[in-house]
C-alpha cells in the first residue's frame, strides 16, 4: 500500500497571504495525484488532478505541482472561503489513498 | 447537473448488515466507475471499493474485504454497497463517488450517509 504523507497537519495563514501544502507519497506515483479540499459538514470538492490540472470551476489561484514523490498543493492567496481541510489522494495504484489531511486555519 | 444521493445509512448493531444505495442523475452512468469513500468522525478519508463502469471489476480496502460487496444496477443508475458483519470501526460517513475508471480520482461526490455501529 502506497503511504501518502502530508505535512504540516494545521497550516496558521493570514487572509491574503500564500499556502503551501505538502504531500509526500511512500513511492511513485508518477503524476497520478489528487487534491480535495472538505469544509465543515460538507463532502471533499475536487481541486487538481494529474497533479497540477485544475478541475472545472476551480479559481487560478490553486495550483498544484510535483517534483519526484513530493506534491504541493499551493493557494496563492487565501481568501475566507479557503480555510478548510486539504486531502491528497495516489491514484496509480491499488488500494487508493488519502493523505491524513491538512487544516488551514485562520491565524 | 451531476448528482449523486446516498441513502440507507442508520444504527446497526455490532455484526448486522446494512445496504447502501447511491442514485445518480446527470450523466450516462454506465461509462464511469464509482467508488465509495468513507470518513470515520473527526477522522481523514478512507476509501473503501470500486466497480467499474458495466461491473466487470470491483476493488476492495483490505479493512472491508470479505465483508463489503459494491455492486451497481445500470438500468437504474444506482450504485450499492452491501455491508455484512459490521464492526464499530466501520461507524463512518459513506461517500459515493464518480470517477473515470483508470484515472481514479473522485469527482463529484454525494453528500453522504451516516452509519452507526453500535449496540
Known amino acids: 500500500e502506497i503511504v501518502m504523507t502530508q505535512s504540516p497537519a494545521t497550516l496558521s495563514v493570514s487572509p491574503g497571504e500564500r499556502a503551501t501544502l505538502s504531500c509526500r507519497a511512500s513511492q511513485s506515483v508518477s503524476s497520478n495525484l489528487a487534491w480535495y479540499q472538505q469544509k465543515p459538514g460538507q463532502a471533499p470538492r475536487l481541486l487538481i488532478y494529474g497533479a497540477s490540472t485544475r478541475a472545472t470551476g476551480i479559481p487560478a489561484r490553486f495550483s498544484g505541482s510535483a517534483s519526484g514523490t513530493e506534491f504541493t498543493l499551493t493557494i496563492s492567496s487565501l481568501q475566507s472561503e479557503d480555510f478548510a481541510v486539504y486531502y491528497c489522494q495516489q491514484y496509480n495504484n491499488w488500494p487508493l489513498t488519502f493523505g491524513g489531511g491538512t487544516k488551514a486555519e485562520i491565524k | 447537473e451531476v448528482q449523486l444521493l446516498e441513502s440507507g445509512g442508520g444504527l446497526v448493531q455490532p455484526g448486522g448488515s446494512l445496504t447502501l444505495s447511491c442514485a445518480a442523475s446527470?450523466?450516462?452512468?454506465?461509462?464511469?466507475?464509482m467508488s465509495w469513500v468513507r470518513q470515520a468522525p473527526g477522522k481523514g478519508l478512507e476509501w473503501v471499493s470500486a466497480i467499474r463502469g458495466d461491473g466487470g471489476s470491483t476493488y476492495y480496502a483490505d479493512s472491508v474485504k470479505g465483508r463489503f460487496t459494491i455492486s451497481r444496477d445500470n438500468s437504474k443508475n444506482t450504485l450499492y454497497l452491501h455491508m455484512n458483519s459490521l464492526r464499530a470501526e466501520d461507524t463512518a460517513v459513506y461517500y459515493c463517488a464518480k470517477t473515470i475508471f483508470g484515472k481514479n480520482w473522485f469527482d463529484p461526490w454525494g453528500q453522504g450517509t451516516l452509519v452507526t455501529v453500535s449496540s
Open positions: 446527470g450523466f450516462t452512468f454506465s461509462r464511469y466507475g
